[in-house]
């Protein structure tokens, strides 16, 4: 089946403390990116990768760094977490290419930082 | 910067009736996709329709179609014969057709009520 995985579903930790945020993709996907959504502001990238090694910041990259080694894995890293990087992550990816290509996100990972 | 607005935060529906979802989106491209996902209880984000801004014709997909309207830069989502399945969070994306970061813009999102 194709899909996105992304682990853990559900974290909580303590501010400081390093986190990794795993994402793979089974569909051979050159692009993939991360999200967090938050009440009452949608969805916003954090980062995104054309392609393996390729890598750059979306809108709101601060207090996050990601690495794209293999085209099928795109973790997200939290270095010294904050309790304002409590939210919903999501990892995607999409063929990359002319036309409407679809974004398929993974279900999804909750994080809180206290 | 391109933006995506929803300006209705929450709608509710009878089951068995239509229900229109308004998005408007503001950018200075001409060529650019536009999308509608799902996102149900479970948070998963689900494609339910897409648009090319080249197209004309308004996308359809069973009981989901689209309004496009290119000069007035507004894409409304139509869901017809409501089901209960069709409560969930209903976001609204952007994204340009050349360059950049290939990122989706989103809207704020439209939460869907469906009554029985």
């Known amino acids: 089946e194709a899909q996105v995985t992304q682990n853990p579903r559900y974290l909580i930790t303590v501010t400081g403390k390093k986190l990794t945020v795993t994402c793979s993709q089974n569909?051979?996907?050159?692009?993939m990116s991360w999200y967090r959504q938050d009440p009452g502001l949608g969805l916003r990238q954090i980062y995104y990768?054309?392609?393996?090694?390729?890598?750059d910041k979306g809108d709101v990259p601060e207090g996050y760094k990601v690495s794209r080694k293999e085209k099928r894995n795109f973790p997200l890293i939290l270095e010294s977490p904050s309790p304002n990087q409590t939210s919903l992550y999501f990892c995607?990816?999409?063929?990359?290419?002319?036309?409407?290509?679809?974004?398929?996100f993974g279900a999804g990972s909750r994080l809180t930082v206290l | 910067a391109q933006t995506v607005t929803q300006s209705q935060p929450e709608m509710s529906v009878q089951e068995a009736e239509t229900v229109t979802l308004s998005c408007t989106y503001d950018t200075s491209e001409s060529d650019y996709y536009l999308f509608w996902y799902k996102q149900p209880p479970s948070r998963q984000m689900i494609l339910v329709i897409r648009q090319e801004a080249y197209k004309q014709q308004n996308a359809t997909e069973n009981r989901f179609s689209v309004n496009f309207q290119k000069a007035a830069k507004s894409f409304s989502l139509k869901i017809s014969d409501s089901q209960l399945g069709d409560a969930a969070m209903y976001f609204c994306?952007?994204?340009?057709?050349?360059?950049?970061?290939?990122?989706?813009?989103f809207g704020k999102g439209t939460k869907l009520t469906v009554n029985p």
């Open positions: 994306a952007y994204r340009r057709a050349q360059g950049g970061s290939e990122k989706l813009v």
């Open positions: 995607a990816s999409m063929e990359r290419g002319p036309g409407a290509n679809v974004l398929t």
């Open positions: 990768s054309m392609n393996v090694e390729v890598t």
């Open positions: 569909m051979n996907h050159e692009y």
